[in-house]
């Protein structure tokens, strides 16, 4: 090899690495000052960067994403539109921040159609069917979005926030069965935030969706689908919280305070639930993922030793007795969690 062409070789070397080296210092320090909330010191930061490489699809979403927390949409998008579609994972966090951008500039039917585009590209993941039905709730579409947020669930079962809102999309379609299915799942995801302690209540508005209170007498007041393989449990838990209502209306007339335990009620109740999906015949369940995903987890669960762990942890949030109970039990709450990685 000629020697001019090897010591030109050997120097370029160093100049690169240290180019390479200055790009991922800048993010880093880009990244701070963003998490920090000085977005437009982030963003001058980054800009320093693109000097480095302009087609860096790694600083061209940081600055998006920085521009998206200053409300700046469009600007957000313009930076979003220059990551090469070969840098596949910046591409695709740019994918869903750019159809957020549109949604919050108030197109979203534009951005329903460039989250339909892009998965017909091939751009999959769960994160875009999330933002998709999202926006896709918000203009009122349920059916859609109910289709997407179990797309989004497909490519990630463990994604707590599509748990969640299918939960409250279920139980706006005045669906009882399918919203505690639902949330009972998002509760062992997350069961000590505040969403827990919004989705718990959530829970209990739709174990009493078919009671009503007049003074102090309670009714059921049901219309059941013959169709629908639900029909039964949702009698079934229309009468859990009927007769949890009565025994609160009790009247003794004598001055006797009864105590009540709601974490055993809430066990019982949950037991209850889970094992009512044996009536259902095998014929009547379908293959979708009511059926396919959380009854038989459910199922299982009510089988096992662990249904009592369950409950404690998915309520911690709720019941202080809860909390107590999971630190003096450990070595219950290890087993569970070494059952869980056998039904995997």
Request: glycine fraction near 4%; hydrophobic fraction near 40%; include cysteine.
């Amino acid at each position: 090899m000629n020697q001019k062409l090897v010591l030109f070789f050997l120097c370029s070397l160093p100049l690169f690495s240290f180019g390479q080296n200055t790009i991922d210092s800048l993010v880093s320090e880009g990244i701070s000052l963003h998490d920090k909330g000085e977005y437009e010191k982030a963003i001058a930061t980054y800009e320093k960067a693109l000097l480095l490489d302009s087609l860096s699809g790694t600083v061209n979403y940081e600055i998006a994403l920085s521009y998206m927390s200053l409300k700046e949409y469009e600007k957000a998008i313009i930076y979003v539109e220059k990551i090469p579609e070969s840098d596949s994972r910046d591409m695709l966090q740019g994918i869903v921040l750019k159809g957020s951008a549109l949604d919050m500039l108030g197109r979203s039917e534009e951005s329903i159609s460039f989250f339909e585009e892009m998965i017909e590209k091939g751009f999959e993941d769960y994160l875009l069917y999330y933002n998709l039905a999202i926006t896709q709730l918000k203009l009122g579409k349920q059916e859609d979005s109910e289709m997407n947020l179990i797309n989004a669930l497909s490519f990630n079962i463990n994604h707590a926030s599509s748990h969640l809102i299918l939960a409250r999309l279920q139980s706006d379609k005045r669906n009882p069965v399918q919203a505690l299915l639902a949330t009972y799942y998002f509760l062992f995801l997350e069961p000590n935030t505040q969403r827990a302690i919004e989705a718990f209540q959530l829970m209990e508005e739709n174990y009493g969706r078919n009671v009503e209170k007049d003074g102090k007498e309670s009714t059921i007041k049901y219309s059941p689908d013959e169709e629908s393989p639900f029909s039964p449990i949702e009698l079934q838990i229309s009468l859990l919280s009927l007769s949890s209502q009565l025994l609160d209306d009790v009247d003794l007339g004598v001055d006797i305070v009864i105590e009540k335990d709601e974490k055993k009620e809430f066990l019982n109740k949950t037991g209850s639930f889970f094992d009512a999906f044996k009536t259902v015949k095998k014929k009547k369940r379908e293959e979708d993922i009511w059926w396919t995903f959380y009854v038989p987890f459910y199922e299982s669960l009510a089988k096992s030793d662990h249904l009592e762990t369950f409950c404690n942890y998915i309520s911690m949030s709720v019941y202080e007795g809860s909390a107590n109970w999971l630190e003096e039990n450990e070595s219950k709450l290890d087993e569970f969690s070494q059952w869980l990685q056998e039904e995997e």
